[in-house]
Structures are given as C-alpha cells and as structure tokens.
C-alpha cells in the first residue's frame, strides 16, 4: 500500500489520462459556476506554467514568492501563466479566486474582489509539495502538529475540522474529522487533546493572521 503523505495531492490524476484544456485563465469569469476552480489534481498543475523554480515554504503569511496582501497585479509580474475563477468552499459561498503552479506545487490565492486590481487575503493548498519551516505538510498528521508546536486548537464549520496552533501563527490546516457526525466534531472542538493523533492534515491555509 502506498503512503498517503507521499501523495502530491489529495487526489492523484495522472497527466497522461487527463488532459486539461484551456487551464490557462487570465482573469477571474463573470459566471460564477461556469468559473467553478475544479479539484486540484497533478493534471491542472503541470497544465499551467511553472512560476519559480523552487519548492515553496508555508509561512505565517507566504507561501513561497507568494503573500497575503499581495496585489493581482504584483502577481502577474510573478507568474505568467495562471487560472482565476471561483472557489466555493465548504460553505458554499463562492469567492474570487486562481490557482498557480508554484515552483511545481499547485497553490491557491483568494482574492478581495473579482476586478483584476484586488488584493491576495489567502492563501491555500492541498498539495504535500509545500512544506512549513518545521516540516508539516498535507499529508502529516495532528500527532506531528503537536510534536512540532505543542497543544493545538480545533475548530469546526459547515462539519469540517480545522487545526492551528498559537505557535505557528498564521497557519491553519483543515484535518479529516474521522466522522461524517457534525455533533461528533463539536465535541471534538471541544475536547481538543482527545481527538486522535492520526487525523491527516488534508489543507493547508494561510491567512497572515
């Protein structure tokens, strides 16, 4: 059996069977489903042109060359290829939004607003590529958050689970609630130390905070 946190993404989906057209978008769509950013998959990031020729690191507000309040348009001059669109989220709630192939690791930025003259107010990525200055990464577990920056915090919204740390400012990680119970994932909010340490890390978010 293959190890998961040797996976560069969530969802493996190999170039030779996927071909992505079109992934290239330059500005953000005016539909919104129609501009629904897909899944992130190997595919859609070796379609877009690479930006940087190294491995990015996750920081309190930086994923590599990247940083939040960042203009679309100091962006541009960063990368040549991108895809804007729409991230609807957990909630549902769509937010303007592109993707970037980032040193070959495939990231997110969320934007203020949809003009092409906004700024980056998030960054996020589901690929095990990108690492923080400890070591943690999609793919790692809430036993290896712990041991890196001691107890964690847990919260929950729309019955997903998210972890940080007062350590690692900046950074949340949204983790595999193990239940498809929301009442279960209040409960785990609120008895942190109990949740089990083999929970993967599944997203990693920056927000500068």
Known sequence: MSDPTQQTLTEQ?????????NAVRMQVPADQEAGQLSAPTDALRDALPRCGDSLP???SASV???RVGMTVAELRTLCQGMRFGWDWGDEGIPEPAVQVNLGGALVEAILSDSSGSGTIVGLETEDSLVRTSSGLRVGSTLADLRQAHGAVTLADAECALYASAPALRGIVFRVDAM???CVAVVQAVERPAEFPGASRLLVLYVNGR
């Open 179 to 181: 239940t498809d119970d």
């Open 64 to 66: 590599g060359a990247m």
């Open 57 to 59: 690191i996750a920081g």
């Open 13 to 21: 989906v190999s170039p030779a069977t996927v071909v992505v057209e």
